[in-house]
């Protein structure tokens, strides 16, 4: 392999695993602070990219993706408030299966608003063939957006649950649900935020990924599935894991079609998790420690 | 126990009580299988809407020597399994007099087999060349044979004088029928395949792959086959990583959808395609060309998005269907035998001359090389 | 109890045969067309039930194991093996005699495995993966043990959609019928496929196979090992410290139910004529899962009804455009108003637990 190749895949290997990764990031918020994997994190990123392209149509390209983020923060909250909030106690069973209910009532819900083309943001900087050079490698400005607004999502959260009152609350609820309620935290109202703010970041990320990957009605469940194998490979609830396993899962895959088809690319990545499933089931860089503190 | 039993008496009960609908008198019923919804919805979506219009017209001017056409639409979901329920139902419950569908060449084969021992006419819009070949008595296709399209592409590859190239192609019934011929053609025009590759369908970035290929400096160009959004995320990878080399599409590209999410990428692919992309721009003395304008400007005034070739493959279907009607009225067989010896029919994908050993009826001259120009569809005129 | 459950099951055969009598009083034979296939979908279901309603253990991949038994039945019984008729393998495999010859529709000769040494195979394969994949998978808990199986089902579908010898995103066709027993004397042969004139036949060896499937897992539930099932649903540590086999328990039923799934593959493949990749997708699978919930999770007859109903209408395409939001909004409904099955619930508990 020629060091121009190895470049090249390798970039193409961290914009695929940064995608992975925002995705991931949004699973992880949802279950550190209710214990649920939702499901329908995927449909967030499509419906994130979708409200941004209607919305360009009567308004300028910044504010449209604002308005999507808010609108599909309102969709993620009337999820929480409609499907999950009344709910006592649900056996992590239900849940899975609640959540998948949901993932495909959005999906279908897409399909009739916004029919089955595909649709796309335009590049936020140049065109479709615009690259900049970087060395032996060259590279749409819009991967740069992505991995930018990934690193500037960790950032936030992580001072935002550092710093903030309510970033703190959202953590006791986390850490322990029982004495954080007996602190004086609605933990419900924690669980709503968890769902707003995933829903967010995914609506984000679907904005950024647009342009280069495409809107589809049913472009959330293969984004879903990767993005949840790799919160399982960095850890559940590890977002700075989440991110790592993220970039070392799109490495993989670039590189792995050198050495095997393309068609089974999504074969090896899953084969890979289920490998790591049955050897370290608490991830690559999670504990094992915390991982059994948790319900599953 | 017993709340049990009343429960599956009450649940067959129920079922017992969707029968049949009883038959109108002057009323022609016409099955469809589209993939409305589900993976192959971007062909069964514009076919089902087409059909409909076309239905809805034919009906509005009185219908067919008097008789109303009743469309019965059916979504498959492109699942054969569902495909076999609804052909074995159309057939003997709806009694329909033809099916026209499905979508795609997994579900036509599948079914190919029922409409025979069901003795129905069945027109189907998928594309592989298995469906007519061997010839089925009562089974037909409108869309263009695939070695037709590979032959069109070869056959400039030729002029240019490419030997080595690439073929790449989706996941779906599609791509791989395309391949398969591709592979299967190239000695015949001196073409070398140094490489080929099959994508996910819904590949979200292909720039490893365009890395893989442009590493090899023996290919001179690549062939992409296939009907997904990943033909533009090609063109655009290809593009972003500088390399130079034509990029050929197949037929399937034929959906100015296409051309607008690759963009300033899309320029300059070549691809084989129906004539009714570039309508406008044929000569007068053209015989698709009234036909062609008419169906793009009441598609697209119907439903306000832009006419393709898939919607294209089920106006055809229809309007063989009605014509044959015409000759053959209410009576498979005669309806059957009607399409077979339809000759000269133009239609959006040619102009079709059916005979008992080519259920397809177009020939190679069905398609036209075109390439996009300042983001539309234009004639190749050659390098 | 014993009692009563052989009365629900004498029934169920006399529903069985008064459907079809109606059918052919009234003319509409055509519902068995869907009602045949209906029962081998609702055999995925009920083996499903066991694992999910009394082991507690979800899986999201048992499309998987329809698809093994389909595709390696379609497989073997479709590809010609007159091109590699003088290799050993082949000529061992006809001097055992699991080869047949034959005709295609075309006039090109055949040579394929039989019918039932292929449905043997295929059957015998997906135990064996379902025993391999257990071991390790019914390790996991919860999320992990979904995604696990989520994976498999995945995996299963990458394959046959990648796959040359599977006939990539186009499946199988022309998959030959299926002779269960040759014709004797006067009484003819018993053939799976889907001849409008064998109509009938097959509605019976479908439902004949489901009844016996329901039989065996009726049983199963009230023996030593249901009683087991149970106690591994309700506190799997509790079920240890008791002297129950957890894993081998959880292993043995989960084998179970993707042997009845590879099994439904099988003859509904041969019954349709092939298959494609659809059967084997992640949205098959959930809806095997919905129709499971819809049933009351832990509720065999529940999970019949269910299973044969709705797959019944959406075979027929009653749901059209819907059919995928109809199973999505099933699924929601379902687990959050009636946890135990729509068949189980009652208006006052429902009123209930909306006033909550």
Same mark, same amino acid.
């Not at chain 1, 149509?57 to 910044?62: D, E, Q, R």
């Not at chain 2, 070549?270 to 406008?280: D, Y």
């Not at chain 2, 044929?282 to 169906?295: E, F, S």
């Given at each position: ?296 | ?180 011929? /591709? ?11 140094? *490489? =080929?590759? !099959?994508?996910?369908?819904? +590949?979200? @970035? ?86 062609? /304008? ?11 998005? *832009? =006419?393709? !070739?898939?919607?294209?493959? +089920?106006? @055809? ?67 | ?356």
């Amino acid at each position: 392999m020629t060091a121009d190749l190895f470049f090249q895949y390798l970039f193409a290997g961290i914009t695929y695993g940064i995608m992975y990764a925002i995705v991931a990031i949004g699973f992880n918020i949802i279950y550190n602070t209710t214990g649920i994997i939702n499901f329908a994190q995927g449909e967030f990123v499509m419906l994130g990219g979708m409200i941004a392209i209607s919305l360009l149509h009567v308004m300028p390209l910044p504010l449209a993706i604002t308005g999507a983020v808010v609108l599909t923060m309102l969709v993620g909250a009337l999820i929480e408030i409609l499907f999950i909030r009344w709910l006592d106690n649900p056996s992590v069973l239900r849940m899975i299966i609640i959540t998948i209910g949901l993932s495909i009532l959005i999906r279908e819900a897409a399909l009739h608003i916004w029919g089955e083309s595909i649709r796309s943001l335009p590049y936020f900087n140049g065109n479709e063939i615009t690259t900049v050079t970087l060395g032996p490698v060259r590279v749409s400005p819009q991967v740069f957006w992505v991995i930018g607004v990934c690193g500037v999502i960790v950032l936030l959260l992580s001072l935002f649950f550092r710093m903030t009152p309510l970033g703190r609350e959202m953590r006791a609820c986390a850490a322990n649900r029982r004495a954080a309620v007996l602190c004086g935290i609605n933990a419900r109202n924690m669980v709503t935020f968890s769902f707003m703010l995933s829903a967010g970041i995914g609506a984000l990320a679907g904005c950024v990924m647009s342009p280069i990957t495409y809107t589809q009605y049913d472009s959330g469940t293969p984004l879903a599935i990767k993005g949840f194998t790799v919160a399982i490979l960095g850890g559940l609830g590890n977002s700075m894991g989440a991110v790592a396993a993220g970039i070392l899962l799109g490495i993989i895959e670039a590189y792995s079609i050198s050495f095997v088809p393309l068609a089974f690319q999504d074969a090896i990545s899953i084969t890979i998790l289920l490998v790591i499933l049955f050897v370290r089931p608490h991830g690559l860089f999670g504990s094992g420690e915390t991982a059994r503190l948790k319900e599953f | 126990m017993k709340k049990q039993l009343n429960n599956i008496f009450l649940a067959v009960a129920a079922l017992c009580l969707l029968a049949a609908p009883a038959v109108q008198a002057g009323t022609i019923k016409v099955g469809a299988i589209f993939a409305v919804t589900g993976p192959a919805s971007f062909l069964g979506g514009p076919e089902a809407r087409t059909a409909r219009m076309v239905v809805d017209e034919i009906n509005k001017k009185g219908g067919i020597n008097g008789d109303k056409i009743e469309l019965i639409v059916k979504d498959s979901g492109g699942s054969p399994e569902k495909a076999i329920s609804f052909a074995k139902q159309l057939i003997e419950e709806d009694k329909v007099l033809a099916i026209i569908g499905p979508s795609t060449s997994g579900e036509s084969m599948k079914i190919k087999k029922i409409a025979e021992q069901g003795r129905t006419p069945l027109i189907s819009c998928g594309a592989a060349e298995v469906i007519v070949n061997p010839v089925a008595r009562y089974v037909f296709k409108t869309p263009q044979k695939d070695s037709f399209a590979v032959r069109k592409i070869y056959g400039e590859m030729q002029k240019m004088g490419i030997r080595k190239i690439a073929v790449v192609a989706g996941n779906t019934g599609f791509g791989k029928a395309g391949k398969g011929q /591709l592979i299967k053609i190239a000695p015949e025009y001196g073409i070398e395949i140094v *490489a =080929a590759e !099959t994508y996910d369908k819904k +590949a979200t @970035d292909l720039s490893a792959l365009v890395a893989k290929l442009m590493a090899n400096k023996d290919i001179q160009a690549v062939v992409n086959w296939s009907i997904v959004p990943a033909q533009a995320i090609i063109a655009k990878n290809m593009r972003q990583a500088g390399w130079k080399v034509p990029l050929f599409q197949s037929h399937g590209f034929g959906n100015i959808k296409y051309v607008q999410a690759a963009g300033a990428a899309a320029e300059g692919i070549i691809f084989p395609a129906g004539r009714l992309l570039v309508a406008e721009s044929l000569p007068d003395t053209d015989p698709q060309k009234k036909l062609l /304008l008419k169906y793009k400007k009441d598609y697209e005034s119907h439903y306000h998005e *832009a =006419a393709s !070739t898939f919607g294209g493959h +089920a106006y @055809d279907a229809m309007t063989i269907l009605a014509a044959a009607i015409e000759k053959g009225g209410n009576d498979r067989d005669k309806v059957r035998d009607a399409i077979e010896n339809l000759k000269n029919f133009p239609g959006t994908g040619g102009v079709f001359s059916f005979s008992p050993e080519d259920h397809n009826g177009l020939d190679i001259s069905s398609f036209v090389m075109l390439t996009v120009k300042n983001g539309k569809f234009a004639l190749y005129q050659g390098k | 109890m014993q009692f009563t459950r052989s009365r629900a099951i004498l029934c169920l055969i006399l529903l069985v045969i008064a459907v079809q009598v109606l059918t052919r009083v009234t003319g509409t034979q055509f519902y068995l067309t869907q009602l045949t296939m209906a029962a081998y979908y609702a055999l995925v279901v009920i083996g499903l039930t066991v694992l999910m309603g009394y082991a507690g253990q979800i899986s999201l991949g048992h499309a998987g194991f329809f698809a093994i038994g389909g595709y390696l039945s379609a497989a073997l019984t479709t590809h010609n093996l007159v091109p590699y008729a003088h290799s050993p393998l082949v000529h061992f495999l006809g001097r055992i005699g699991v080869l047949v010859q034959g005709r295609d529709i075309y006039g090109e000769q055949l040579l394929t495995v039989t019918p039932w040494a292929a449905c043997v195979l295929a059957v015998v394969a997906a135990a064996v993966i379902a025993l391999l994949l257990g071991i390790p998978v019914l390790k996991l808990k919860g999320h992990y043990l979904a995604m696990a199986t989520l994976g498999f089902g995945i995996i299963i579908y990458r394959i046959a959609l990648a796959t040359d010898y599977f006939g990539e995103a186009d499946g199988i066709s022309d998959v030959p019928g299926f002779t269960l027993l040759p014709g004797i004397g006067p009484v003819g042969p018993l053939v799976v496929n889907g001849d409008f004139g064998n109509r009938v036949q097959n509605y019976y060896i479908a439902w004949g196979l489901l009844i016996v499937g329901m039989v065996l897992l009726l049983n199963l539930i009230d023996s030593r090992v249901g009683r087991a099932l149970r106690s591994i649903h309700g506190s799997e540590e509790a079920a240890e410290a008791a002297g129950v086999d957890t894993a081998r328990c959880k292993l043995q039923v989960f084998v179970l139910s993707a042997v009845y799934a590879a099994l439904a593959g099988v003859l509904l493949t041969h019954y349709n004529g092939g298959l494609g990749p659809s059967e084997a997708s992640v949205m098959k699978s959930v809806r095997y899962v919905a129709l499971v919930a819809v049933g009351g999770m832990a509720n065999l007859w529940g999970a019949l009804v269910m299973g044969v109903s709705l797959t019944f209408l959406s075979l027929r395409g009653v749901f059209g455009s819907y059919d995928d939001a109809v199973f999505g909004a099933i699924l929601i409904l379902v687990m959050l108003f009636a946890p135990d099955g729509i068949l189980g619930v009652r208006p006052g508990t429902l009123l209930a637990r909306l006033k909550r």
